[in-house]
């Protein structure tokens, strides 16, 4: 094979490593900030926590250079030699004849484009090479069968658009650093780092793939945008958006091959994100999977590059980890949820200070599935949304449905922790909702397996739909802790609104005016353990509306101090529960056993978890 080498000398090379340049505070660029640990999940706590470090700390522009000096060598790999060409600063692949393979290195002021046709796959390897652009966005990909960019073993590559923003209504303009009309693949397994200060990230107008290379795009738009689909597989990614989306996809509809448009997976590899809006934005589907994925997302103003914040022009007086006041901060006032629960969150209607864009952690216009990994949200609107209010362009109805299936999942949110205008289901994994509004809330709710817990200002499990089993616990661990009602069904069908039938649960609701167990037309208890306390002045008759209820509980009256432990034997299991907060009068319902063992003690033996409970 032919090797032919360019060598291109403009004027004398300036590589100014970690020379900044003076705009790049249109990013954001944090002086005092914290970065997740990779491979780990953050510590979600501590609301005035905020995560990122600066790009000076990620080497962002570490491969920056003055736009006028150059140099570079292209060689040909494999497959058609002689078919780029150079014009200007311009560097052009051309039309190839067969499966084709060149490489780039050294530095270029200028852009690249890829027209090489629709034929053939095109693979471009980055070897330790820098672009910078501020008159066009620095590559364009016009077509190709399949087009690779990869980022080689052991190099570190730097693409800088260094544009004002564009006008997106100018069909002649493309607003990613790197723009593609046809599928495009990101990969390799070296370093590729893509600044855009004013525009996108990476952008395919068809499907876009990461993989297994070490990327980080910082950016004013969308991170990564694919307009069909868009999957991560491996790698350790970085991605910084200070005014839009990280992942996003935009078409739902079915392609000319038959395949649905939309979705966005993620499977293995490291991925943190901070977003000033929605951290990964689904126009149908979003997967999870592989056991070795690691996703932290960071929104709104938990990201420190967030330069449009909904908090920031807000009332700052929400502090959603104090659950003495009801939704807001404002001290009483009842959530919405008990008197029978409101559909849609009831009277509280979730973050009053929300923005008027979404800020969600993970969010789905059809279904999101997590069947394995670890996915950690920081957010301030619903930290996992699924909605089903986006008509999909497949014609179907979404479906609104979020299906955890394993993984640990930890959020912190300002709203709903989990949310699906659909239903929720969790058959296994752990989830983890250290701060809500509403916990875990769907039209209907299905737990099954796995452990759960809930930390919430208003409902802790709150279902929406009117009619049949709204809510089932059916298996696995459940732990709420709640400031409206713990479990809240708004169906109005006969005993069966909440239906009991397998597991272990501790609700505790710890204000008057609401219940730990709340339903329109009563519930139904099958199987399980349930122990349940609420504030005596709280709605007993919904905590106890089971039909066969003496014959499978107990409801009593007990004082309770902060730290104490509650000890109930249920048939042959017994559950210890250190109390978060004093009760000097509090009801205690008890589903399982209608004679209980019931004793409070002043310390345990019990190996409690991270809840304070034991069950054994």
Not at 513 to 530: F, H, R, T
Request: aromatic share 6%; glycine share 14%.
């Amino acid at each position: 094979m032919k090797t032919r080498f360019l060598s291109l000398l403009l004027c004398a090379l300036f590589l100014l490593t970690g020379c900044k340049n003076k705009n790049q505070e249109n990013l954001g660029n944090p002086d005092n900030s914290e970065g997740a640990v990779q491979g780990e999940v953050a510590d979600l706590g501590d609301d005035g926590k905020t995560f990122g470090e600066s790009l000076d700390s990620l080497g962002a522009y570490d491969g920056y250079f003055e736009e006028s000096s150059a140099d570079i060598k292209v060689e040909c790999i494999s497959g058609t030699p002689n078919a780029y060409t150079l014009n200007g600063t311009t560097l052009t692949f051309g039309k190839i004849s067969e499966e084709t393979v060149y490489s780039v290195s050294g530095t270029l002021g200028g852009n690249i484009v890829i027209d090489v046709g629709d034929s053939y796959k095109f693979d471009l390897e980055l070897h330790g090479f820098s672009l910078v652009s501020s008159t066009v966005n620095p590559i364009t990909v016009k077509s190709g069968d399949e087009v690779a960019i990869k980022a080689k073993k052991d190099t570190k590559n730097y693409i800088y658009d260094m544009r004002n923003a564009i006008d997106e209504s100018d069909e002649t303009l493309f607003s990613g650093a790197i723009h593609s009309e046809v599928d495009l693949e990101i990969g390799g397994k070296g370093e590729l780092v893509v600044i855009s200060e004013n525009n996108n990230g990476i952008h395919s107008k068809d499907d876009l793939q990461i993989k297994n290379l070490t990327l980080l795009v910082a950016c004013t738009d969308n991170s990564l945008k694919g307009n069909d689909s868009v999957e991560i597989e491996g790698g350790n990614t970085t991605l910084i958006s200070s005014g839009g989306d990280c992942i996003k996809t935009s078409n739902s509809d079915i392609s000319e091959k038959g395949n649905q448009r939309g979705s966005i997976t993620v499977s293995g590899g490291t991925h943190t994100l901070y977003s000033a809006r929605d951290g990964i934005d689904a126009a149908y589907n979003v997967t999870v999977s592989d056991s070795s994925t690691v996703i932290s997302i960071y929104t709104d103003k938990y990201s420190n590059y967030s330069k449009e914040s909904a908090a920031s022009t807000l009332d700052t007086g929400y502090m959603p980890g104090d659950l003495t006041k009801g939704p807001g901060g404002r001290p009483g006032g009842r959530p919405g949820g008990g008197m029978g629960g409101f559909p849609g969150g009831g009277m509280g209607g979730g973050n009053p200070n929300k923005g008027a864009y979404s800020t969600k952690g993970i969010k789905a216009s059809n279904e999101i599935f997590i069947n394995a990994g670890n996915v950690s949200i920081k957010s301030y609107d619903d930290s996992i949304h699924a909605g089903s209010d986006v008509a999909l362009e497949n014609g179907a109805s979404a479906l609104g449905n979020v299906t955890v299936n394993g993984g640990n999942i930890t959020v912190y949110s300002c709203d709903d922790g989990l949310h699906a205008d659909g239903k929720l289901s969790i058959s296994d994994g752990t989830v983890s909702v250290s701060n809500s509004f509403e916990g875990i809330e769907g039209a209907v709710v299905s737990i099954l397996g796995g452990y759960v817990s809930v930390n919430a200002t208003d409902d802790g499990v709150n279902a929406t739909s009117t009619s049949a089993a709204a809510i089932t616990i059916g298996g696995g661990t459940l732990y709420i802790y709640c400031t409206g009602d713990g479990i809240d069904s708004n169906s109005r069908s006969s005993y069966n609104g909440i239906v009991f039938s397998g597991g272990k649960t501790v609700v505790i609701s710890n204000s008057g005016g609401n219940s730990a167990i709340d339903s329109e037309q009563g519930y139904s208890y099958i199987g399980g353990s349930v122990v349940a306390v609420m504030p005596r002045g709280s709605m007993a008759n919904e905590a106890i509306s089971c039909q066969n209820f003496t014959d499978v509980g107990k409801y009593t009256q007990i004082s309770l101090s902060k730290d104490s432990f509650l000890v109930v034997g249920i048939g042959e299991t017994s559950a210890t529960v250190k109390m978060p907060a004093s009760f000097s009068s509090a009801y205690l319902i008890v589903l399982g056993d209608n004679s209980p063992s019931i004793t409070t003690e002043s310390s345990t033996q019990q190996t409690l978890d991270k809840n304070g409970v034991a069950w054994n």
